[in-house]
């Protein structure tokens, strides 16, 4: 039972568009949401985070917004840009469980 | 200062034969995590280690097991390997507290391990 889905194995956007990765949850005591980025043949890095009491977090050309009524939360990139091509990955912790539960990962690939 | 360090950064095994994993994390990072990276599932938890205990267990079988010292270096040991442990094996490491908290998990490049 997955408890973090992201749905979109792969996301096809041009060049200065606006990119928008969904990811949803199941466990309503998440409370705690994580994106991270991953190129080939290297570790995930973490891109932006937004906490339960928010429902938006904006860090530059990132913004993630929450909506806990629907358990879904979505990652913008605007605009993106060719560097932005990599597979993302959203996770979920509840509260002090020490354990990130993670998607399958999005592959996002930006068209010249 | 110097990122997580994970060696090997590649492996080839036999099935049945054991294998021992290493993570080096940031300086002054006491939690360490493993993960599992296999095509179309993600990251899958293994386990948190913090303090040399390890807080937190994900659903693998008993093969998987790991350890943390007094340096906060971990390994990870996959006892009688199988065809389906091939994988991406990633070390995250983070300040004290929860790792899915308020704190960034910084990753190591993964030790990609091959069973044949």
């Known amino acids: 039972d997955q408890q973090v889905k992201q749905n979109s194995p792969s996301l096809s956007v041009q060049e200065g568009r606006i990119s928008i990765l969904n990811c949803d949850y199941t466990n309503s005591m998440f409370d705690y949401f994580l994106w991270y980025k991953k190129y080939p043949a290297e570790g995930p890095t973490f891109l932006i985070s937004i906490s339960s009491i928010k429902d938006k977090n904006e860090d530059g050309r990132f913004t993630v917004f929450l909506n806990k009524s629907a358990k879904h939360l979505s990652l913008h990139i605007v605009p993106s840009q060719p560097g932005d091509s990599a597979v993302y990955f959203c996770?979920?912790?509840?509260?002090?469980?020490?354990?990130?539960?993670w998607g399958a990962g999005t592959k996002l690939i930006i068209k010249p | 200062k110097a990122g997580v360090t994970q060696t090997p950064r590649y492996l080839i095994k036999t099935r049945g034969q054991q294998v021992t994993l290493s993570c080096s994390p940031i300086?002054?990072?006491?939690?360490v995590s493993w993960y599992q990276q296999t095509p179309g599932q993600g990251l899958q938890f293994l386990f948190e280690y913090f303090s040399e205990t390890q807080r937190n267990k994900g659903n693998f079988p008993g093969r998987f097991s790991g350890r943390q010292f007094s340096n906060s270096r971990s390994e990870m040991n996959v006892s009688t390997l199988e065809l389906g442990d091939s994988a991406l094996y990633l070390c995250a490491s983070s300040l004290a507290g929860p790792l899915g908290g308020n704190t960034e998990a910084f990753f190591g490049q993964g030790t990609r391990l091959t069973v044949v």
């Open positions: 996770a979920a912790s509840a509260g002090s469980n020490y354990q990130l539960i």
């Open positions: 300086s002054g990072h006491r939690s």
